[in-house]
Every structure is written in structure tokens, then in C-alpha cells.
């Protein structure tokens, strides 16, 4: 890089390096993602807003400002390397994960609640994700050097996102909207290859930096495990707190708990130089909110008998 920082972790300087043809190919990767998540996407399901209004906002008070907060206090409370902290505000900004609807269904939780939501978030990801890093980051004490060598510009990292999400999501919910038989056949091996695509950013991303995946992952886990805790408990209890029905509670769980950190990682890549802190947090997230996320979705599945039949039923 160039620089020389003073007082910084080695994980700060570490860089996990793409090249150009492999970065093309995630940006690819990323976009085919979010059609086939728009596949499931109706403007209809925008509309349902009026059916859940103070669900939807105890969720986005969640997303947008209390987990953020929480990252912040954990990263007062355990001090970790610049980059580290870093990824984790990047994480929390980072819209729903892909599996927030299916491990919504699967739990036998509020479904269209949680379709409504991930689809608000998703298609404010382009503004908000940019500009929430941007903010919350500068209250991570130290950062400021780090952040003074990248080039970081809200406008350039919003039209990334829209072109990463926004009009491929556009452009599933269109064939959806007008090929609807087309859409039923294409569906389900369209939903199996982006899952398989997900999954095979996040190994990149740990092979490309397994030497430093060994050396820290102990560390790594650790905080992951707290942070993606926090972020469960944030939307489940938030809503708990507003008295919302149990399967409202547990959707929110869901859209607070599950990142698309292959969306963080791909801008780790492109405007952060593979910041290895930073890629580290993000490709272990990835990999351990679906492990937990399906581990409570399969216990709450078993539950869900108590409470009657599921609203998606």
C-alpha cells in the first residue's frame, strides 16, 4: 500500500488479492444471487407494509440502528484490530441474508412479514449500506488513519450496489411479474445454483487467506459468535419488547441475525484492497449466522406446533 501506519495489528495490513477476471466473476456471482432472490419478490409484497407497520419498523430499527450500536459497544468491549472492527460495522450494515426467507419458512415463522422486509431492506441497501459504514465507522477509535487510505466514496459504492442488487432484483421481479409459468419452472434450480454460488464466495475468500484463517479464526470466532448472538437477540427481543406476536418475533430474529456478507465481501475487494481484518469477519459470518441460523430454525420448527398453525400455512 504505500502507507506506513504506526501502532496498527498485523491483520490490519494483510490484503487477500483477486484479480481482475475472479472479481468480475463475483460481481456475476453476486448479481445472479439477488435474481434469484427476486424471483420470489412481488411489488405486492411492498404493499404489505400496511398488514405488519409496527413489525416492519421494530425491524428496521433493528437493522439500521440498534444492532449498529451494539457493534459498536462490542467493539469498545473487546478492543479488537482496526480492520476487524472494521468488517464488523460493515457486517451490520450489510442488508438480509439470501436464507432469511427460506429459514423464516422453514421455522414456521411469519413468512410474508419477513418477505415484506427483506425486500424493503434489500432495495436500501444501495444508500444505506454505503452510508452507514461511512458514519458508524468513524466512531471506531483509531480508524482514522486506515480509513484515510482507501478511497471511499458514498456515491461509488451506492451505483456498485445497484448494479450488485438493484437491478438484478428489478429484473427478477419483472420475469416474475410477467412469466409466471416461466418463473415456477426456472425457480427451484435457479435458487439451487445461488445458493451453491454463496457459498463458494465465502470458501474463496478463506482459501485466498488460509494461512491468516488459521492464525486467527480462534479469535475471529469468538467475536463472530457474540456478534451474530447480539444480532438474534436484537430483533427478537426489540420485537418482544413491542409486544409482537411470537412468529413476528422469530421472523425478526431472522432479518436482524442473517447478513449477505458476500455483498460486504465484494466490497471488501473492490474499494477496502481485501483488507484481511475486514475479509475475515465477513466470510466467517457468512459461514456461521446460516449455522446458526438454521440451528434455531430447526429447533423453533419443532416448537412452532405450540403456538398454531404458521401464517405462511
Excluded at 453476486?30 to 427476486?38: G, N, Q, R
Aim: glycine share 8%.
Amino acid at each position: 500500500m504505500g502507507q506506513n501506519f504506526t501502532n496498527m495489528h498485523p491483520v490490519d495490513t494483510l490484503r487477500i488479492h483477486f484479480d481482475p477476471s475472479q472479481l468480475i466473476v463475483l460481481n456475476m456471482a453476486m448479481a445472479f444471487l439477488m435474481f434469484s432472490v427476486a424471483l420470489d419478490i412481488k411489488l405486492s409484497d411492498f404493499k404489505q407494509v400496511v398488514r405488519f407497520p409496527k413489525a416492519v419498523f421494530v425491524g428496521l430499527t433493528v437493522q439500521y440502528l440498534l444492532f449498529p450500536l451494539f457493534t459498536l459497544a462490542l467493539i469498545y468491549l473487546f478492543k479488537p484490530p482496526i480492520s476487524v472492527a472494521m468488517g464488523m460495522v460493515l457486517v451490520s450494515m450489510c442488508p438480509s441474508g439470501n436464507m432469511t426467507n427460506f429459514l423464516v419458512h422453514f421455522s414456521k415463522s411469519n413468512i410474508a412479514l419477513s418477505v415484506t422486509l427483506n425486500a424493503i431492506i434489500i432495495l436500501a441497501a444501495s444508500f444505506i449500506t454505503p452510508a452507514g459504514f461511512l458514519f458508524w465507522s468513524k466512531y471506531i477509535a483509531g480508524s482514522e488513519e486506515l480509513r484515510r487510505s482507501f478511497s471511499i466514496g458514498l456515491g461509488e459504492m451506492a451505483w456498485i450496489i445497484v448494479q450488485l442488487i438493484v437491478i438484478p432484483l428489478l429484473l427478477g421481479m419483472f420475469i416474475h411479474a410477467r412469466f409466471t409459468v416461466f418463473t415456477e419452472k426456472i425457480r427451484p434450480w435457479v435458487q439451487r445454483v445461488a445458493l451453491l454460488i454463496f457459498f463458494s464466495i465465502l470458501v474463496l475468500a478463506v482459501l485466498a487467506n488460509r494461512e491468516n484463517v488459521i492464525n486467527y479464526l480462534g479469535y475471529i470466532f469468538v467475536l463472530v459468535l457474540v456478534h451474530n448472538l447480539g444480532a438474534l437477540g436484537a430483533g427478537y427481543g426489540l420485537a418482544k419488547l413491542f409486544r409482537l406476536p411470537e412468529l413476528d418475533c422469530r421472523a425478526l430474529a431472522f432479518e436482524s441475525g442473517i447478513h449477505n456478507t458476500a455483498l460486504g465481501l465484494l466490497l471488501i475487494f473492490r474499494f477496502f484492497d481485501g483488507l484481511g481484518g475486514m475479509a475475515l469477519i465477513a466470510a466467517w459470518w457468512g459461514i456461521w449466522d446460516l449455522i446458526t441460523g438454521y440451528t434455531l430454525a430447526a429447533y423453533w420448527r419443532r416448537t412452532s406446533a405450540q403456538f398454531g398453525q404458521a401464517l405462511d400455512n
